[in-house]
Every structure is written in C-alpha cells, then in structure tokens.
C-alpha cells in the first residue's frame, strides 16, 4: 500500500525520530508510518471540543513492541498504552475492508471528564498481523 503524499514529500506521519530509539529497545514486533489514519469523534465531549459526529483524516504511525502498542499523528502520541494495562482489554480491535484496522474505546477510558466515543481507523498492510500478535499477547 502506497504511504501517504504527505509522507512521501514532507515526511508527516513519521515516527517521532527521538522515541524510535526507545521502540527498538523494547523490541519492535510490528511498525508502519506515513499510512493513512482517521479519527470519528462519536457524542463527543471534552479537552474544549463538542461533537456529536466528527472525523479528521490525517497521516500516521503505528507501533507494537514487546511492551506497548503506540500510535502517532502528525508525531503526536494518540495511542500509547503498555501490553499489561488493564484498558487495553476494553479497547475494540478489529479489522475492517481489507486493511484497516479500527481502535474504539470510550473517551472515559483514558480521561475521566471525557465523555463519547473515539474511533482511530488505520489503513495498512499491517493489519492483521498486528491484531493477531496483539491478541497472543493479551
């Protein structure tokens, strides 16, 4: 799958350079970057912003080491959550079209005054590898 123009001409959706260091010594299994992301905002209520529907595409990463699963837009962290994290249970992984792969939880379940849905949605070949090590791991 072609990365993103983004990516390819400015290098957005790349992962951040000072945290790949960290990911290789926690042992990377799975990584892609420059693929294309989305986030869908459902009844959405916190950190100033009101939505009952919204979503935002942008140009991402994603990440699963040994010891977390990490996702980042623009290099921004937007998913970081430890293997051994309680959360990670509630979070609903799944594989959409060919190779998608939806992040759903509750807004609550990382910020307490939070309240709705997120949906992060990220197309890669990945994907399914990625949620098959995901779900050995947990």
């Known amino acids: 799958m072609a990365k993103t123009l983004l990516y390819r001409l400015f290098g957005i959706g790349k992962m951040p350079a000072e945290l790949k260091a960290e990911f290789e010594r926690e042992g990377v299994l799975i990584s892609d970057e420059g693929i294309r992301g989305t986030?869908?905002?459902?009844?959405?209520?916190?950190?100033?912003?009101?939505?009952?529907?919204?979503?935002?595409?942008?140009?991402a990463a994603i990440v699963l080491t040994q010891e977390r699963l990490a996702a980042y837009r623009l290099r921004q962290p937007i998913i970081d959550v430890s293997l051994d994290d309680p959360r990670l249970k509630e979070i609903d992984l799944s594989i959409e079209e060919p190779e998608t792969l939806a992040v759903c939880f509750d807004a609550d379940l990382f910020h307490p005054d939070w309240k709705g849905r997120i949906e992060y949605r990220f197309r890669t070949p990945v994907s399914k590898p990625l949620l098959a090590s995901l779900e050995n791991r947990t």
């Open 39 to 59: 986030v869908t905002y459902k009844n959405f209520r916190g950190g100033g912003r009101i939505s009952n529907w919204k979503r935002q595409w942008f140009a």
